[in-house]
T-cell receptor, first 113, second 115 residues
Framework: GENVEQHPSTLSVQEGDSAVIKCTYSDSASNYFPWYKQELGKRPQLIIDIRSNVGEKKDQRIAVTLNKTAKHFSLHITETQPEDSAVYFCAAIASSNTGKLIFGQGTTLQVKP | EAQVTQNPRYLITVTGKKLTVTCSQNMNHEYMSWYRQDPGLGLRQIYYSMNVEVTDKGDVPEGYKVSRKEKRNFPLILESPSPNQTSLYFC??????????????FGPGTRLTVL
């Protein structure tokens, strides 16, 4: 079945720097890759997603890139701010018709003022 | 307001005492799912439902039951809770996109402690 690996597990950056989180997936038929942000004690919330027919998508300071050949996708946050501090999860949809999201293990991002 | 709601938000119970966590969505989503979140293990799917009266096991279904009698509700039932079911539980829902799901929206979470 699908497996998603996420790195790094923790990431600390200075305010204003960029942050990059990387994920790899195993099922070449996966076609939907969302990223969720989870603040302490809160629910995961979708921040950006990408489908397999697109190589890159951007929304203000957040961008996601997808390399289908290498089966990896990355989250890029530019000009980081303290409020970006949270746990970030990547996910992929399994190829079978279950709609099951397979999540990465999460990355704790700390943005230091 | 479009939302997924869960109740209760916090629950402390004892081993063996049956409990139900409710989940409701008002977005007319076909797909609903339950996840549990544990430190170091991320989010793991317990059960999911593609539509009314259609449910199936996820990755960690042991000790749980679900039902989908109405489109908007997807309760999670623990018939005989055990301490290893202490966790943070999330319900999620989405539209179906072909045979897969679209963006999944999460409920606020239920923190369950089984003593």
């Amino acid at each position: 079945g699908e497996n998603v690996e996420q790195h790094p597990s923790t990431l600390s950056v200075q305010e204003g720097d960029s942050a990059v989180i990387k994920c790899t997936y195993s099922d070449s038929a996966s076609n939907y890759f969302p990223w969720y942000k989870q603040e302490l004690g809160k629910r995961p919330q979708l921040i950006i997603d990408i489908r397999s027919n697109v190589g890159e998508k951007k929304d203000q300071r957040i961008a996601v890139t997808l390399n289908k050949t290498a089966k990896h996708f990355s989250l890029h946050i530019t000009e980081t701010q303290p409020e970006d501090s949270a746990v970030y999860f990547c996910a992929a949809i399994a190829s079978s018709n279950t709609g099951k999201l397979i999540f990465g293990q999460g990355t704790t991002l700390q943005v230091k003022p | 307001e479009a939302q997924v709601t869960q109740n209760p938000r916090y629950l402390i119970t004892v081993t063996g005492k049956k409990l139900t966590v409710t989940c409701s969505q008002n977005m007319n989503h076909e797909y609903m799912s339950w996840y549990r979140q544990d430190p170091g293990l991320g989010l793991r799917q317990i059960y999911y439902s593609m539509n009314v009266e259609v449910t199936d096991k996820g990755d960690v279904p042991e000790g749980y039951k679900v039902s989908r009698k109405e489109k908007r509700n997807f309760p999670l039932i623990l018939e005989s809770p055990s301490p290893n079911q202490t966790s943070l539980y999330f319900c999620a829902s989405s539209f179906l996109r072909g045979t897969s799901t679209d963006t999944q929206y999460f409920g606020p979470g239920t923190r369950l402690t089984v003593l």
